[in-house]
């Protein structure tokens, strides 16, 4: 079986591809300073951009896994998920508070696909 590791550092990659799968890393929000909003469609963004560049899209995903690490954002973060999924198209998806690796991001969002 052919894997493709897309964005490889030393402990892991952004996104690995194989028999037709797309698994993506956690994404973390690269403007750590907005509010949960912000932050998530940030992060959805960047699932778009690895994505698109690993021959899938939204429209393909899944499954989701939300990390939040307050559930009092779930609605902020619920409003930048349902304008960003694909119409008809929502995936299988669990959101769990979490304690994150850096305190300021408010969200990590980790998606499993299929390629188109």
């Known amino acids: 079986m052919n894997i493709r590791y897309l964005g490889t550092a030393e402990r892991y990659s952004e996104a690995v591809c194989a028999g037709g799968f797309v698994f993506l890393s956690g994404m973390v929000p690269e403007n750590p300073e907005a509010d949960a909003k912000a ?3 940030n ?3 960047q699932i778009d951009r690895w994505l698109e560049e690993c021959g899938s899209d939204k429209a393909h995903i899944l499954e989701a896994t939300i990390f939040l690490t307050d559930m ?3 609605a902020a973060m619920n409003e930048a998920w349902d304008a960003w999924t694909a119409p008809g198209r929502a ?3 669990a959101c769990i508070e979490a304690k994150l690796a850096k ?14």
């Open 39 to 41: 932050q998530t469609e």
């Open 43 to 45: 992060v959805l963004a």
């Open 72 to 74: 009092n954002d779930y």
């Open 91 to 93: 995936p299988a998806r």
């Open 103 to 116: 305190p300021e991001w408010a969200v990590e969002i980790k998606v499993s696909a299929v390629c188109k």
